[in-house]
């Protein structure tokens, strides 16, 4: 981690706020180690989960918004889970992306809010994930145009992935929960 004194000046208290509203007691955490050392992907992050944590109790949004970490925590809730106090660790990972995309803050690892928006457009549009339709709309957008070519032949030739996308009940609730028609968010 950075080591550079944090200053109580640089306390965010919205974002602390936000925190509270969302049940992510940072406050309970007391660097047991629990989180870090059990997460599967721990060793890829720039911030240990801990360390995120940590900055979050001192109010430190800034910093965490442009780490590696919230990018790439796969969201697979081990840490909560083995939290002594009970932190909804992966609930913190999520506002943190949250505000980065909202803040239009420059993503550390940029590919990946790409693939999120490629997923959860084809999720709007068809009900349910039309895969090709989503990887050439990632490719596109991200400029990874051969990147998993040959994986991507292989489950095509197994049947795994569809030419048409499948159409499934219920289409128009669907569009209605990603229309955001009765939430209010602030920046
Ligand atoms: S497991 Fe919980 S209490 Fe322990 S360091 Fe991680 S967040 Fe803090
Ligand atoms: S939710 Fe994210 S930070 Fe927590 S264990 Fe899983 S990958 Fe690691």
Redesign the pocket.
């Known amino acids: 981690m950075d080591k550079t004194n944090i200053s109580p000046d640089e306390r965010n208290e919205k974002f602390l706020t936000k925190l509270q509203e969302r049940d992510v007691d940072v406050q309970a955490c007391f660097q047991c180690g629990r989180?870090s050392s059990?997460?599967?992907?721990?060793e890829f992050f720039d911030l240990s989960?801990m360390e995120v944590v940590r900055l979050a109790s001192y109010g430190q949004e800034e910093r965490l918004l442009g780490c590696h970490?919230i990018w790439l925590?796969?969201?697979?809730?081990?840490?909560?889970t083995r939290c002594p106090n009970d932190i909804e660790?992966?609930a913190l990972?999520d506002v943190l992306r949250e505000i980065s995309l909202r803040k239009g803050v420059s993503p550390a690892e940029p590919r990946i809010p790409v693939f999120h928006k490629s997923f959860l457009g084809s999720i709007g549009r068809w009900g349910r994930a039309y895969e090709i339709g989503m990887i050439g709309t990632y490719k596109l957008k991200s400029g990874d145009l051969m990147g998993d070519m040959a994986l991507g032949m292989r489950m095509f030739m197994k049947g795994k992935l569809k030419l048409v996308p499948h159409s499934i009940d219920g289409k128009a609730e669907i569009k209605e929960i990603f229309s955001g028609k009765g939430k209010e968010y602030d920046r």
Do not use: D
Not at 38 to 42: E, K, N
């Open positions: 989180c059990g997460c599967p992907v721990g989960v970490t925590c796969a969201a697979c809730e081990t840490c909560a660790i992966a990972m």
